[in-house]
C-alpha cells in the first residue's frame, strides 16, 4: 500500500497513512469495502490494541487519536 499524509483530506482505496509517537503507532487504510471502508488501528509496544472499521476518514482517524489518548 502506498502512503499519504496523516492529516491528508481524503485517502483513496490502497493507500494508507500511519503517524507514530514514541511506542504508539496509529494506521488507517482504505480497504477494498463499500460499508465502512476505514480499518483503523493502533500499535503500542508492537502489540496491536485496536483495530475497527469504520464510515468514514476523519472518524477512524478520530478512533485512533482517542486511543492513542487513552494509552498516554
Not at 499519504?4 to 503517524?19: A, D, E, I, Y
Not at 496509529?26 to 463499500?34: C, G, I, N, Y
Not at 478512533?63 to 492513542?68: D, G
Request: with cysteine.
Amino acid at each position: 500500500m502506498s502512503e499519504v499524509s496523516w492529516k491528508s483530506p481524503t485517502l483513496n482505496k490502497g493507500k494508507s497513512m500511519f503517524r507514530q509517537s514514541g511506542d504508539i503507532t496509529m494506521t488507517v487504510d482504505h480497504v477494498d469495502r463499500v460499508i465502512d471502508p476505514y480499518l483503523a488501528g493502533v500499535m503500542h509496544k508492537g502489540r496491536i490494541v485496536y483495530s475497527g472499521l469504520h464510515a468514514s476518514l476523519s472518524e477512524a482517524r478520530a478512533e485512533c487519536e482517542q486511543k492513542a489518548k487513552d494509552l498516554s
